[in-house]
């Protein structure tokens, strides 16, 4: 393995998982170690990540960047393994990430509706407090109106964004 390409996978305590890269400044001086065979490659690998990571006794593993396939946006939702790829995406989780990102998009709409509402309040529009009070509702109980269960996949779980929250996400 390339040094430029190798990755340490780390299982961090909020359940997800760390990408971390070797220092530059020290593949110089470990290649160095591996020529006077002080270090094989792979004990060279390891001091490499373990340094890099500063957490030496968390839970890692070594891969090529190719072998990781991680949106950085759903990082929480993946698992480590010890075998196999060395994140695997845990869909249950993934949905947990969207639904906790829909409910961000919609505390950035909330404000401008209670904007909405104190003007339509001043100028006494009942119809429009009436409108907005609805609309303001109806994105308080998206978590629990707007489904991610049919979702499969990540591709899939990221196409499903409430039409009510398409204009802020």
Same mark, same amino acid.
């Given at each position: 393995?390339?040094?430029?390409?190798?990755? !340490?996978?780390i299982?961090l305590?909020?359940? !997800?998982?760390?990408?971390?890269?070797?220092?530059?400044?020290?593949i110089?001086?470990?290649?160095?170690?591996?020529?006077?065979?002080?270090?094989?490659?792979?004990? *060279?690998?390891?001091?490499?990540?373990?340094?890099?990571?500063?957490?030496?006794d968390?839970r890692?593993?070594?891969?090529?960047?190719?072998?990781?396939?991680?949106?950085?946006?759903?990082?929480? *939702?993946?698992?480590?393994?010890?075998?196999?790829?060395?994140?695997?995406?845990?869909?249950?989780?993934?949905?947990?990430?969207?639904?906790?990102?829909?409910?961000?998009?919609?505390?950035?709409?909330l404000?401008?509706l209670?904007?909405?509402?104190?003007?339509?309040?001043?100028?006494?529009?009942?119809?429009?407090?009436?409108?907005? *009070?609805?609309?303001?509702?109806?994105?308080?109980?998206?978590?629990?109106?707007?489904?991610?269960?049919r979702?499969?996949?990540?591709?899939?779980?990221?196409?499903?964004?409430?039409?009510?929250?398409?204009?802020?996400?």
């Amino acid at each position: 393995m390339l040094y430029s390409n190798i990755r !340490g996978i780390i299982e961090l305590e909020d359940g !997800g998982v760390g990408i971390c890269k070797i220092f530059n400044s020290r593949i110089a001086e470990l290649m160095a170690l591996m020529k006077e065979e002080k270090l094989t490659e792979n004990e *060279a690998h390891v001091l490499a990540i373990k340094e890099s990571m500063c957490e030496t006794d968390k839970r890692f593993r070594m891969c090529d960047v190719n072998d990781i396939d991680i949106d950085p946006l759903y990082r929480k *939702a993946y698992d480590y393994s010890h075998t196999g790829k060395p994140c695997k995406l845990n869909i249950a989780k993934a949905r947990e990430v969207h639904m906790t990102r829909i409910r961000k998009a919609r505390d950035k709409k909330l404000p401008k509706l209670d904007i909405d509402y104190q003007r339509a309040m001043e100028s006494k529009n009942e119809k429009k407090m009436e409108e907005l *009070a609805k609309v303001k509702q109806a994105l308080r109980d998206l978590p629990d109106t707007f489904s991610l269960s049919r979702a499969r996949t990540l591709d899939a779980l990221k196409a499903l964004i409430p039409d009510e929250l398409k204009d802020v996400w």
